[in-house]
């Protein structure tokens, strides 16, 4: 079946600092993948989508320039979480969504990546 | 606009007990998907249901089922006879046919007491 990886699972970093998450489609091309966060008891909220080749589109009040995309290749994308603060500690998630594939709309998450800062 | 609405915040049963969690969406769409996902403590994402809007079928599998209604537009998924291990949040999530956003609902947070 189609696996998606995220590294690391958790990190904690001091304020300021930048963490770089990675997501990986392992068995399988993926044009298309997504980043959602969950805070804490909440449901998951889309951030941005990332195109392989093309700029990442956000969504309304994610800052482009404080969470940097990069879909570089057809199995990775890249979330970089720059100077980061306490608020930004949270549940990052990624998903893919396999290119060609014949089930429109099927996407595979990864296991999801910890964040705190402290 | 695109919405998913899962009413019950946090159930609790006791071991063997059956529970419905409910999921309500919005659509304008004539053709989308509906998901059911479980999250269990790890955090990671488990892939229970796959639901096009063509197919009212219920379906079974295992201790699960789910139960289509494009009438109520409700899509609601019961599990029989439940575990501990069925212990989790579940989200329901909507997405559109020729669109690439999976707009998921606030979670329900199962216990299961044994």
């Known amino acids: 079946g189609a696996v998606v990886s995220q590294h690391p699972s958790w990190v904690i970093c001091k304020s300021g600092t930048s963490v770089k998450i990675e997501c990986r489609s392992l068995?399988?091309?993926?044009?298309?993948m997504f980043w959602y966060r969950q805070f804490p008891k909440q449901s998951l909220m889309l951030m941005a989508t990332s195109n392989e080749g093309s700029k990442a589109t956000y969504e309304q009040g994610v800052e482009k320039d404080k969470f940097l995309i990069n879909h570089a290749s057809l199995t990775l994308s890249t979330l970089t979480v720059t100077s980061a603060h306490p608020e930004d500690s949270s549940f990052y998630i990624c998903?893919?969504?396999?290119?060609?594939?014949?089930?429109?709309?099927?996407?595979?998450f990864g296991p999801g990546t910890r964040l705190t800062v402290l | 606009a695109q919405k998913v609405t899962q009413a019950q915040t946090e159930i609790s049963v006791v071991e063997k007990e059956d529970v419905t969690l409910d999921c309500v969406y919005e659509t304008r769409d004539t053709t989308y998907y509906l998901f059911w996902y479980k999250q269990p403590p790890s955090g990671e994402l488990v892939f229970l249901i796959r639901?096009?809007?063509?197919?009212?079928q219920n379906e079974i599998s295992g201790r699960y089922s789910w139960n289509f209604q494009k009438s109520t537009s409700s899509f609601n998924f019961t599990i029989t006879a439940s575990q501990v291990v069925d212990s989790a949040v579940y989200f329901c999530?909507?997405?559109?046919?020729?669109?690439?956003?999976?707009?998921f609902g606030t979670g329900t947070s199962l216990t299961v007491i044994p």
């Open positions: 068995d399988f091309q993926a044009t298309t």
């Open positions: 639901r096009n809007s063509f197919d009212e």
């Open positions: 998903s893919a969504r396999a290119s060609g594939s014949g089930r429109p709309n099927e996407q595979f």
């Open positions: 999530a909507l997405s559109e046919f020729a669109g690439n956003q999976f707009y």
